[in-house]
């Protein structure tokens, strides 16, 4: 019984961020560099010796109540699937349906059913994908918090080798201030153009033209279209039953299609962006931390100096008031429950279908469901990454720090730089908008508009009318929040990739510094 209450808890009830402590392991001297003196010093046997590596690769602990040895199938599908959606394959998967889909609406000229075969797959898509988002977010934070802890764990033990090894110096070294050549791993092809298709969707220019085409869509508004309701009409223009009106059905179906074709693109592309973005990342962060036990391993050489490092405590995002709750919903969209709450919604609309004759309502319905929960999502999406990116850099920030003071302990004259914040007025606007947008206020102000909404559509019965008034608001704001989200993540990968530069440069200096002093030594 208490076997199966942990497998629900692990599986559905979402985890809340909570500090945790981490400890590095000491990175032993590297076997080439071990003399009997040093040995002795260490208290490394010859069996030992021979066991060691050029230098240990990083081994750290994480002492957390669920560690990923504790984790569910459930939550361990749902990383799987966050990386699937995140890859090439989800990319060109998703760019044949919608060439598909376009040369369909041709050869049958653009029918209804068409239009909502679009707007209700665009709208699970999205919804499904909001989870994912969610998961790919939360996860790549966590990950990131662990590099950063295993690198604090180190930095007081650096410090204390290098301080007692530069005090240990009779003589004055010469060192090098040219910038070291460190160059990030390159892009493939398909990389670059999926970089460039991304920071283009999220440029200014783009979202300016988004709204260009909003608008002319409510100024098509006042044409007379013709209705797809069934003869005989009243009149052409009059009566109740007209041939022709104004402000239709048909009217929100074009915007509501248009803006889903948005959505889709949009969410594909930002899943893929932060995928391949955050791998690049890890990728580079893991080389640091390699160069920085290696740095360990031979400040000991050095110093003779086998002291552990320090166990540090990592604190999560600090949140507060309607903060908390935004957190605890986004962990609910992001785990298994979430999933849970989807599959559930899906079996129940199957099931009303033959009850509503699978009419357009029908069909409507999911996507109105959908349309209004993302519309929420959407928000909160963007709130909890302005969030967690803002507590990331500091982190980064501190990191720098640190290195910087490394660096000034061995009389490295260098100087670490920080990303540029320099903006043109273009750049200050869409920054300003973005924080508009990301702020706890936008995500009270998403929850009062979906309750109007639903007010209004009950008002009209939940007529067709009725839920393309909730579809059409939420889907044009859901896409505009999307392309934000874009925007905000080509910014954000900028600074994260400048300062890993950064973190490798300091890490190289120290590095070929140790190395030379080794070398003087033999």
Same mark, same amino acid.
């Given at each position: ?25 000491v990175v032993q001297p590297s076997s080439t560099l071990l003399s009997p003196i040093s040995r002795e ?13 050029e230098y240990e690769i990083d081994q750290f602990q994480i002492k957390e109540e669920d560690d990923l ?105 010469? +060192? ?99 995928a391949r973005n955050n791998k690049f990342v890890r990728n580079e962060l893991n080389k640091v931390s ?206 994260? +990739? ?8 300091? +890490? ?15």
């Amino acid at each position: 019984m208490g076997s199966t209450r942990d497998w629900i808890k692990r599986s559905f009830v979402p985890r809340q961020a909570t500090a945790f402590s981490i400890q590095s392991t000491v990175v032993q001297p590297s076997s080439t560099l071990l003399s009997p003196i040093s040995r002795e010093v260490s208290g490394i046997s010859e069996k030992e010796k021979d066991e060691f590596s050029e230098y240990e690769i990083d081994q750290f602990q994480i002492k957390e109540e669920d560690d990923l040895l504790n984790h569910s199938y459930i939550d361990v599908m749902l990383k799987i699937f966050v990386r699937w959606a995140g890859s090439i394959t989800v990319f060109c998967i998703a760019s044949l349906i919608l060439i598909l889909w376009i040369v369909i609406g041709i050869v049958y000229k653009a029918p209804e059913t068409w239009q909502i075969i679009m707007q209700d797959g665009q709208s699970i898509q999205c919804y499904i994908w909001d989870t994912l988002l969610m998961r790919q977010q939360l996860d790549d934070s966590d990950r990131f918090l662990a590099f950063y802890g295993r690198l604090k764990s180190r930095f007081s033990m650096h410090k204390q080798l290098l301080t007692e090894f530069h005090r240990s110096q009779k003589k004055v070294h010469i +060192r090098s201030t040219e910038t070291p050549t460190v160059d990030l791993a390159e892009e493939n092809w398909f990389d670059r153009q999926a970089t460039l298709f991304s920071k283009i969707l999220g440029s200014a220019p783009a979202i300016i033209l988004y709204w260009i085409g909003v608008f002319v869509w409510v100024g098509c508004g006042a044409l007379k279209l013709k209705t797809d309701s069934d003869p005989p009409y009243t009149g052409r223009y009059s009566g109740s039953n007209p041939e022709y009106v104004s402000w239709s059905d048909v009217w929100q179906m074009y915007i509501n299609t248009a803006v889903a074709v948005v959505l889709l693109i949009s969410s594909v592309v930002l899943q893929n962006v932060r995928a391949r973005n955050n791998k690049f990342v890890r990728n580079e962060l893991n080389k640091v931390s390699l160069l920085d036990s290696k740095i360990e391993g031979t400040s000991r050489y050095l110093t003779g100096n086998m002291e552990p490092n320090k166990e540090v405590e990592v604190l999560p995002c600090k949140r507060k008031g309607f903060e908390k709750v935004i957190s605890f919903y986004a962990a609910i969209i992001g785990s298994g429950i979430g999933l849970a709450i989807s599959v559930l919604v899906f079996i129940v609309w199957l099931a009303i279908g033959h009850l509503m004759q699978w009419d357009s309502n029908w069909w409507l319905i999911i996507g109105t469901y959908t349309g209004l929960v993302g519309y929420i999502d959407g928000f909160t999406l963007r709130e909890t990454f302005r969030a967690i990116t803002a507590y990331d850099e500091a982190k980064f920030d501190e990191l720098l720090d640190d290195s910087q003071e490394l660096l000034t302990i061995l009389g490295i004259d260098y100087q670490l730089q920080r990303p540029s914040t320099k903006f043109n007025i273009q750049q200050r606007i869409s920054v300003y908008v973005s924080n508009a947008c990301s702020s706890k206020y936008s995500v009270m102000a998403s929850i009062f508009t979906v309750v109007a909404l639903l007010v209004i559509a009950s008002g009209l019965k939940w007529s067709v009318t009725g839920q393309l008034i909730c579809n059409s608001p939420t889907m044009i704001i859901e896409g505009f929040c999307l392309l934000i989200l874009i925007q905000a993540h080509v910014w954000a990968d900028y600074q994260r +990739r400048f300062t890993v530069r950064q973190l490798a440069i300091s +890490r190289t200096l120290i590095a070929r510094f140790l190395d030379l002093e080794v070398s003087a030594r033999r």
